[in-house]
C-alpha cells in the first residue's frame, strides 16, 4: 500500500510571502490530518477532515491559515502571510476512519520562514 | 497547558540493555494512548498503543505499562538495539467522539552498539 505523499518536501520562504502544501493521502482514507510540529516540540493538530468536511480546525489559525480538501482525497495547505514563527515541519496524516487509531503520517514539508 | 509531558528529552542506553521511556499526562478522559517512532526527515511512524482500560500491551520487544492511577505510562523496550536510536512521541487519543492525537515533546532515544 503506498503511503501519505507529501510535497513539496522542503519550502525557505520570506516573512509575508505565502506558501501552499499538498498531502494525498492513502486510498481509501476517510479520515486527513495536518499537523504542525515546531522544533523541539511534539506534533500539533492544526485541522481535521472527514472527507470534504472539518471536524475540528480550533487550532488553525485562521487569520492566515486555509486547508481544503477537495472530493474527499488530496488536500492543501496555505498559509498566507507567513510568520517568522510558522517555520516548522507541516505532517499530514490520514486514517480509515476517525476511531483508528493507527493514523499514517506523510514525511512532511520542513518550513522555514526567512 | 501541556496535557501530555515527556520529561526526559533524551536517553542514552547499551545495546542488549532496556530502554524504558516515560509519559504523563493530565486528561482523565484521554482513552487511547500511543507511541511513535520518528526518524529524522521521516514522519511519525505508529509503534504500539494501550486502551485505558487495560494496563499493560505487549508486541514483540515493545511493551507499554499504563498506570491510570498515576496518570502515568512507559514504554519498554527488551533488548534495545542500535536501530531503535529516535525520537519516541507518547501520544493521547481524546475520548468519546473526539478522536484528536494530543502527543508529547518526545524523547530521543540513542541505543550504543
Known amino acids: 500500500e503506498a503511503g501519505v505523499a507529501q510535497s513539496p518536501r522542503y519550502k525557505i520562504i520570506e516573512k509575508r510571502q505565502s506558501v501552499a502544501f499538498w498531502c494525498n493521502p492513502i486510498?481509501?482514507?476517510?479520515?486527513l490530518y495536518w499537523y504542525q510540529q515546531i522544533l523541539g516540540q511534539g506534533p500539533k493538530l492544526l485541522i481535521q477532515?472527514?472527507?470534504?468536511?472539518?471536524?475540528?480546525d480550533s487550532q488553525l489559525p485562521k487569520d492566515r491559515f486555509s486547508a481544503e480538501r477537495l472530493k474527499g482525497v488530496d488536500s492543501t495547505l496555505k498559509i498566507q502571510p507567513a510568520k517568522l514563527e510558522d517555520s516548522a515541519v507541516y505532517l499530514c496524516?490520514?486514517?480509515?476512519?476517525?476511531?483508528?487509531?493507527?493514523?499514517?503520517f506523510g514525511s512532511g514539508t520542513r518550513l522555514t520562514v526567512v | 497547558d501541556q496535557q501530555v509531558k515527556q520529561n526526559s528529552p533524551s536517553l542514552s542506553v547499551q545495546e542488549g540493555r532496556i530502554s524504558i521511556l516515560n509519559c504523563d499526562y493530565t486528561?482523565?478522559?484521554?482513552?487511547?494512548f500511543l507511541w511513535y517512532k520518528k526518524y529524522p526527515a521521516e514522519g511519525p511512524t505508529f509503534l504500539i498503543s494501550?486502551?485505558?482500560?487495560?494496563d499493560k500491551n505487549e508486541d514483540g520487544r515493545f511493551t507499554v505499562f499504563l498506570n491510570k492511577s498515576a496518570k502515568h505510562l512507559s514504554l519498554h523496550i527488551v533488548p534495545s538495539q542500535p536501530g531503535d536510536s529516535a525520537v519516541y512521541f507518547c501520544?493521547?487519543?481524546?475520548?468519546?467522539?473526539?478522536?484528536?492525537?494530543?502527543f508529547g515533546k518526545g524523547t530521543l532515544l540513542t541505543v550504543n552498539p
Open positions: 486528561n482523565s478522559m484521554f482513552d487511547y
Open positions: 486510498s481509501g482514507h476517510a479520515t
Open positions: 496524516a490520514s486514517s480509515l476512519d476517525p476511531g483508528n487509531y493507527g493514523y499514517t
Open positions: 477532515f472527514q472527507n470534504n468536511g472539518v471536524v475540528d
Open positions: 494501550i486502551s485505558s482500560i487495560k
Open positions: 501520544a493521547a487519543r481524546g475520548g468519546g467522539s473526539n478522536y484528536k492525537l494530543t
